[in-house]
C-alpha cells in the first residue's frame, strides 16, 4: 500500500483475506465499532481497542445504528429480525417485527431518536421503536418509498440536517436511484421530496444471494450544507457526481475531473472536504465549494493512499479517517485540520449574511448524523425564513430538537411561527422574484402523488368482502366460497362447464380461504397468514386494509389457532385418485411472514405466487418441485395444461397510471422457461384485469380499459429463444358495448372467442349466488379498413389464422406430445392457405396485382402456389412471379434435375416439398384440451 498522509493498522478477529463487506459505525461513549456483514460472523468489535464487544447468537450481524442520545442501539440481522437495545449498552432488549428480504441499513432520525429507519432488500420504512408496542404498530413511508423506487429494495439511507432546519432523508435504491424525503415535521407529513428519472448508479446491486460483490453494496451517498443549498456527492461513476438542492429542485452539477480508474463506491462528506474510495483502491481528498453560478464543484487536493484491495466503509472522526477494507485490513489516516465555512442567517434582519470561519482543532463531538461539521444537536431550532418576532422566543425552544417531548401535545412541532417565502436570489430585498416559490409548497414542487403499483388478484375473482364470492371461474368451472350464518360454517362450491366431467361438489372450509384457482387435476385453495391477537379491537376490523380484493383481517378468527406469525396454508383438493379419498388431499404451510398471493393449477402442477416474490411449484400429488426468484412483485398467476404464466411489476407506475409489468410463462412439467418479457399490451392509464390461456395454449391478457391481447410467436426462434414473442391485440371490447357504463368480464377463451359475462349499468362484477348469462365475442385484430370491404374480413381472418398454426407448432415442439403431427399440420396449412386464396382471387379480381403477389409469401403449400397460378390467369407477368416464387421456396421440378433417387428417397423429398421449408412438420404435438376425450365432445359445455 502507498500513502501521502500517517497511518496506522488494525487487526480485529474477524475473518482476513476475503473479499466481504465490512463495515465501520459511531458507537457508544466516542468508541469506533466493527462488524463484517457475513454469515459467519456475527460479532461486533473495537476498533480503538481491538476487543470483541459481544457476539450475538441471532445470526450474522447486518447493520447497526446509534441514537444522538447514545440510549437507543438498533441491530439489524441476517434473518431480517433487530433488536432494539434501550440501556445505552447491548445487553436488555425487545425485538421488533422481522423485515421481508435481507437487511441493508439501518439509520436513527437525527431530530427524533425514537424513530428508525429500516431498509431491507424489500421493503423500507421508519417505526417508532419507543416502546415495545409502537415497534409493531406505527411505521410511516413504507408504500410511498416502494412505489417511488419502482418496487426495488434499498442499499443504504441517509439523514441531514439542512440549514434551515429541514431534516431530508436520502434513499438509495438497488437499481441506483436517488430518492428524498422530508421528514422534519410529523410523521403524518413526511414525503416524498425527488425522485432521480435515471440511475446515478448504473451499476445494479443484484443483492449477495444473487452475487453482488462486497462494493455493490457498500455504496453510500453523503450530503453537506453550502450556503443556503444542500448539495449531494454520489458514488457510482469514475468522477464526483454532485446534487444541488435549493428548496425546490435538485440540479445534475457533476463535473468531468477523473481520478479514479474504477467507479467510486464511497463519498463522505466533511464540511468543504469530500474523500472518495473506488473499486480500484484509490482513496482521493477533493475540495468541495460553490462556483459563481452558485453551483457546486469539487477540485482535486491529494491522493491519500491506494490500497491492495478496495474500501467498503470509510468513517472520519476528528483527525483521523478510518478506513475499512474488503480484505479485512483497518486503516487509520492523520487527517490535516481543515477550515470549514459554515453560513448562519441573521434572523433579526433577514437581509445580510456573515460567514464565520471555524477551525477544527478538538475532538469531535457527539456526532449529529450529517456529513458537515456543523453541530446541530445541540442548536436550538430556528428557521431563517420565520418573522423577526420569532426570535424572542428562542429561550422557550431551547433544546427542543433534543427532546421532542418538550413542546406539549404537538411533540413534532419544531417551530410554531408561521413560515414566510423563501427568497433565494443574492440581494438585499425580502421579496418574491421569478423563480422563488413559498416554502411549504416545496414537496408538492419536488414531485406530485405518484400512481400506485397494482396490487395482486386473481383472475375472473371478485372481491374478498363479500359474502358469496367467486374464487376462480375458468374453463374448468366455477369455485364459490360461501361465508357461514349462525351454525352454519364457510363452505366451497364446485362446479364443472363439462357437466360430464365430474358431479358438482362441495366442502366444508374450516381455514379461511381467500384464494383459490381450478385446474385438470382439482383445485387448490389458498389463506391469508395467521395474525397476532394483538389486533383483535372490533374498531380495528373496521378499519382493515382492502387492497384489490384482498383484505388481510378477513381469515383472522379461523387462523388463530395457527401459530402467530405463520405462513399462508396451500390446499389442495383432488377430483379423482388412485387410492383412498380420504387420502387425495393434501395441504402445506408456507414458512412464517410468507403470504400466498396468487394460485394456480393444471395438469400434473399446482403453483403458488408469495409476497417474497417466490414462484412454488408443486406437483398435483403434493410433491414440492423449484423455487423460483420473480424479478418484480407478483400481481396475478394463470395456467392451463404444462402451462403457468406468472405477471409482475417490472418498475413503477408511469405518471398517467399505466402498470409496467413483466410476464413469465414456464412449462411446470420441463421445468423451463417458455417466454418471458415486457407485458407490453396494456393501453395508456391501464392496468391488467385479467389473464388465461386458450384451448391452443396461447396466453391472453385482459386491461382495463377493455382490450384483449395474445402472447403470439412468429415461429422462427421461438423455441429457443424466450424473449422472441410478441404481443397482438386481437379483440377491443369497447366497441361492442352498448354504453359507456358496460364492461365484459372475462371467464376464459376457446376456438379464437373470448367467453365472458356482460355487465351493465357500471356494474364490476357478478353476483355469486346467481348464474349470469355468458356471451362469446369472436376475436378481430383492429385492422385499419381499405378499400376493399369484402376483403377486410378475409385480410383479418388469415392473419389471425396464420398465429393460430404458429402456436399450434410451438406448443408441439415443446410437448412432444403427438407422433402423427405431420399430417395435422399439412391439414391445418391447407386451411390457413385456403383463406389466403380467397383473398388473393378477390384482390385480382380487382386489378392490385401488386398487392396480390405480396400475398403469396403467405402461403405454406407447394400445391396452393399451383392454385394462386391458376387463379391468375389473364395476368401473365403475376403467374411467372408466382411460377418462380414457388421454385425458389420449394425448388426445381425433379423432371429438371439430372440426379436419380431410389422410391425410398423420392417418397422422403416428395413429402418435404408440400410444405413450406420454414414450417416444415416435426415429429411432436401437444394434446389439445378441448377433446379430451369422447364423453367432452359428446355433451355441451355450458359457461
Known amino acids: 500500500m502507498s500513502t501521502t498522509s500517517e497511518e496506522q493498522a488494525i487487526n480485529l478477529a474477524w475473518p482476513q483475506d476475503v473479499n466481504i463487506l465490512r463495515r465501520l459505525v459511531r458507537g457508544t461513549k466516542g468508541e469506533i465499532w466493527a462488524f463484517a456483514a457475513v454469515d459467519d460472523d456475527s460479532a461486533i468489535y473495537n476498533v480503538g481497542s481491538t476487543e470483541l464487544i459481544r457476539e450475538f447468537d441471532d445470526g450474522a450481524v447486518r447493520a447497526i445504528a446509534v441514537s444522538s442520545d447514545e440510549k437507543r442501539i438498533a441491530v439489524g440481522f441476517d434473518d431480517g429480525s433487530v433488536n432494539i437495545y434501550t440501556d445505552g449498552a447491548l445487553k436488555s432488549c425487545f425485538a421488533a417485527p422481522y423485515r421481508e428480504g435481507l437487511l441493508r441499513d439501518l439509520k436513527f432520525h437525527p431530530r427524533y431518536p425514537y424513530w428508525l429507519a429500516v431498509a431491507s432488500e424489500q421493503e423500507t420504512e421508519l417505526i417508532n421503536i419507543e416502546t415495545e408496542e409502537t415497534v409493531k404498530s406505527e411505521a410511516f413511508l413504507k408504500d410511498e418509498v416502494m412505489t417511488a423506487q419502482n418496487g426495488s429494495g434499498t442499499r443504504s439511507i441517509e439523514f441531514h440536517v439542512h440549514s434551515d432546519n429541514k431534516v431530508i432523508m436520502t434513499t438509495l435504491s438497488l437499481d441506483g436511484r436517488l430518492c428524498y424525503w422530508d421528514v422534519s415535521g410529523k410523521p403524518e407529513d413526511w414525503c416524498l421530496l425527488h425522485c432521480e428519472k435515471s440511475r446515478c448508479i448504473t451499476k445494479e446491486d443484484l443483492s449477495e444471494v444473487l452475487g453482488a460483490d462486497p462494493w455493490d453494496r457498500a455504496c453510500r451517498v453523503s450530503h453537506a450544507s453550502l450556503s443556503n443549498y444542500m448539495v449531494s456527492v454520489l458514488p457510482g461513476e469514475t468522477f464526483v457526481q454532485l446534487r444541488r438542492v435549493d428548496g425546490t429542485s435538485v440540479d445534475d452539477c457533476s463535473g468531468i475531473d477523473v481520478e479514479h480508474t474504477e467507479s467510486i463506491v464511497i463519498a463522505l462528506v466533511r464540511g468543504q472536504q469530500v474523500v472518495t474510495s473506488g473499486r480500484d483502491g484509490s482513496l482521493i481528498l477533493w475540495n468541495l465549494k460553490l462556483d459563481e453560478n452558485q453551483r457546486p464543484v469539487v477540485a482535486l487536493e491529494k491522493k491519500l493512499a491506494q490500497f491492495e484491495s478496495a474500501p467498503t466503509d470509510l468513517l472520519w472522526e476528528g483527525d483521523k479517517l478510518y478506513v475499512a477494507l474488503s480484505n479485512g485490513a483497518v486503516k487509520v489516516l492523520s487527517m490535516p485540520a481543515q477550515q470549514i465555512e459554515v453560513v448562519r442567517e441573521n434572523n433579526a434582519t433577514a437581509k445580510s449574511t456573515a460567514k464565520v470561519v471555524v477551525a477544527e482543532s478538538a475532538p469531535a463531538k457527539a456526532d449529529d448524523f450529517d456529513d458537515d461539521d456543523v453541530d446541530f444537536t445541540h442548536q436550538p431550532t430556528r428557521n431563517p425564513f420565520i418573522d423577526d418576532e420569532a426570535a424572542d422566543d428562542d429561550d422557550d425552544d431551547e433544546g427542543l430538537d433534543n427532546n421532542p417531548h418538550a413542546n406539549g401535545d404537538d411533540e413534532y412541532d419544531s417551530d410554531t411561527s408561521p413560515r414566510k417565502a423563501a427568497d433565494y436570489d443574492d440581494d438585499d430585498v425580502d421579496d418574491m422574484d421569478d423563480g422563488d416559490y413559498p416554502l411549504q409548497q416545496a414537496p408538492v414542487m419536488f414531485g406530485a402523488k405518484l400512481p400506485k403499483p397494482q396490487a395482486p388478484f386473481g383472475p375472473s375473482a371478485t372481491p374478498i368482502d363479500l359474502a358469496h364470492r367467486i374464487l376462480c371461474w375458468n374453463h374448468i368451472g366455477t369455485a364459490v366460497w360461501h361465508r357461514g350464518e349462525d351454525d352454519i360454517r364457510d363452505s366451497v362450491d364446485i362446479t364443472f362447464t363439462d357437466s360430464a366431467f365430474s358431479r358438482p361438489m362441495r366442502f366444508t372450509d374450516t381455514a379461511g380461504f381467500i384464494l383459490g384457482s381450478l385446474g385438470e387435476d382439482g383445485g387448490i385453495f389458498c389463506t391469508d397468514i395467521a395474525q397476532s391477537d394483538d389486533n383483535d379491537d372490533p374498531d380495528n376490523q373496521e378499519v382493515a386494509e382492502v387492497v384489490a380484493g384482498f383484505r388481510m383481517d378477513v381469515t383472522k378468527a379461523t387462523l388463530k389457532k395457527k401459530k402467530s406469525g405463520a405462513g399462508s396454508t396451500i390446499y389442495f383438493h383432488r377430483f379423482e385418485s388412485l387410492g383412498s379419498l380420504r387420502d387425495k388431499d393434501w395441504y402445506l404451510t408456507l414458512p412464517d411472514g410468507e403470504r400466498a398471493v396468487g394460485c394456480a393449477t393444471g395438469e400434473g402442477w399446482a403453483a403458488v405466487i408469495t409476497s417474497r416474490r417466490f414462484l412454488r411449484i408443486f406437483s398435483s400429488g ?219 382471387a378477390e384482390i385480382v379480381q380487382t386489378g392490385k396485382v401488386d398487392r396480390a403477389l405480396d400475398l403469396v409469401d403467405r402461403l405454406r403449400l407447394e400445391k396452393s402456389y399451383e392454385l394462386a397460378i391458376k387463379l391468375s390467369a389473364g395476368h401473365h407477368k403475376l403467374a411467372n412471379l408466382i411460377e418462380d416464387a414457388k421454385e425458389d421456396k420449394f425448388g426445381r421440378a425433379f423432371a429438371d434435375s439430372p440426379e436419380y433417387f431410389t422410391r425410398e428417397e423420392d417418397d422422403v423429398i416428395e413429402s418435404q416439398r408440400r410444405i413450406t421449408p420454414d414450417a416444415r412438420p416435426v415429429k411432436r404435438a401437444i394434446v389439445n384440451d378441448s377433446t379430451q376425450g369422447a364423453r367432452q365432445v359428446r355433451n355441451r359445455q355450458v359457461y
Open 622 to 840: 403434493g410433491n414440492q418441485g423449484g423455487v423460483i426468484w420473480l424479478d418484480g412483485e407478483p400481481v396475478t398467476v394463470a395456467g392451463r395444461g404444462r402451462f403457468v404464466s406468472v405477471f409482475y411489476h417490472r418498475c413503477a407506475p408511469l405518471p398517467d397510471g399505466t402498470q409496467k409489468l413483466d410476464y413469465l410463462v414456464y412449462d411446470a412439467i420441463s421445468n423451463k422457461t417458455v417466454a418471458k418479457g415486457p407485458l407490453s399490451c396494456l393501453c395508456t392509464g391501464s392496468s391488467l384485469s385479467w389473464v388465461g390461456f386458450m384451448n391452443d395454449f396461447s396466453l391472453l391478457a385482459f386491461d382495463t380499459s377493455g382490450m384483449l391481447s395474445m402472447l403470439a410467436s412468429r415461429c422462427g426462434d421461438a423455441i429457443s429463444n424466450p424473449g422472441c414473442w410478441e404481443w397482438v391485440p386481437i379483440l377491443d371490447t369497447v366497441g361492442l358495448r352498448k354504453s359507456s357504463d358496460d364492461s365484459h368480464w372475462p371467464i376464459t377463451a376457446i376456438d379464437g372467442k373470448l367467453v365472458c359475462v356482460p355487465l351493465k349499468g357500471g356494474v364490476q362484477y357478478p353476483d355469486a349466488t346467481r348464474r349470469p348469462v355468458t356471451a362469446a365475442l369472436g376475436f378481430r385484430l383492429p385492422l385499419v379498413k381499405g378499400e376493399l370491404s369484402t376483403a377486410n374480413a378475409l385480410e383479418e381472418l388469415s392473419i389471425r389464422a396464420d398465429f393460430s398454426l404458429c402456436q399450434k407448432k410451438v406448443m408441439n415442439e415443446i410437448s412432444a406430445a403427438e407422433e402423427n403431427f405431420e399430417e395435422e399440420y399439412v391439414a391445418l396449412s391447407a386451411q390457413v392457405d385456403k383463406v389466403v386464396l380467397k383473398l388473393f
